[in-house]
């Protein structure tokens, strides 16, 4: 079976200091990850994925995600947060078991402090 | 590539109306998926396609959706009839193969009054 785990609905930095929005996966196969940011009234946008490469992911607008198969941990980063970083993000796992199952997390709505 | 694209941007019907959403793909991508999001359940898949062919519809709610995609540049997802509990964003993603990244358009927003 495979879950994936946001492990905050809601995460409050200041303007200039680091990121750290937290996921957890579970899955029995390979996955491949990924991580989407929605900004409000807009649709999903791919900020970074991993697809058993190198475990240190770099995405778009200076994020960053380290894959932990033994944390089974997926952890997204930034080292200084902008204003226009504040919106949802998504942490998502997506496996073959058989045929592709692509689970969607909760969500971690980022807001950012001027 | 223009990305994929929405159409309408926002719909408000009245219960009981047909409800029409249009969804072009990214041109050269095999797959299309349709998603729901509400603020109860999140983002849900609701059916996919390969080349034009349902492959997973088990997210469909009930028999009063219906998803088709005629062509490889074309898809519409029905709800007939319409129900409040129906408001929600609706997206549309499509992807090259199924394990690469899937595009999400721009969503509909979805209010049934």
């Known amino acids: 079976a495979q879950s994936v785990t946001q492990l905050d609905s809601h995460v409050s930095v200041s303007e200039g200091t680091p990121v750290l929005l937290r996921c957890n996966y579970s899955s029995s196969y390979s996955p491949s990850l990924f991580w989407y940011v929605q900004h409000p009234n807009k649709g999903l946008q791919l900020l970074l994925k991993y697809t058993s490469a190198a475990t240190l992911v770099k995405g778009i607008n200076g994020f960053e995600a380290e894959f932990k198969k033994s944390e089974t941990s997926f952890h997204l980063t930034k080292p200084s947060a902008h204003m226009s970083d504040a919106a949802e993000y998504f942490c998502v796992v997506r496996a073959n078991t058989g045929g592709f199952k692509t689970i969607f997390g909760a969500g971690t709505r980022l807001f950012v402090k001027a | ?113």
């Not at chain 2, 994929?4 to 219960?15: D, N």
Request: hydrophobic residues 35%; proline residues 6%.
């Open chain 2, 1 to 113: 590539d223009a990305g994929v694209i929405q159409s309408p941007r926002h719909e408000v019907t009245e219960m009981g109306q047909e409800v029409t959403l249009r969804c072009k793909p990214i041109s050269g991508h095999d797959y299309l998926f349709w998603y729901r999001q509400t603020m109860m359940r999140g983002l849900e898949l609701l059916i996919y396609f390969n080349n034009n062919v349902p492959i997973d519809d088990s997210g469909m709610p009930e028999d009063r959706f219906s998803a088709k995609m005629p062509n490889a540049s074309f898809s519409t997802l029905k709800i007939q009839p319409s129900e409040p509990r129906d408001s929600a964003v609706y997206f549309c993603a499509s992807s090259v193969q199924m394990n690469t990244e899937a595009f999400f358009g721009q969503g509909t927003r979805l209010t049934v009054v």
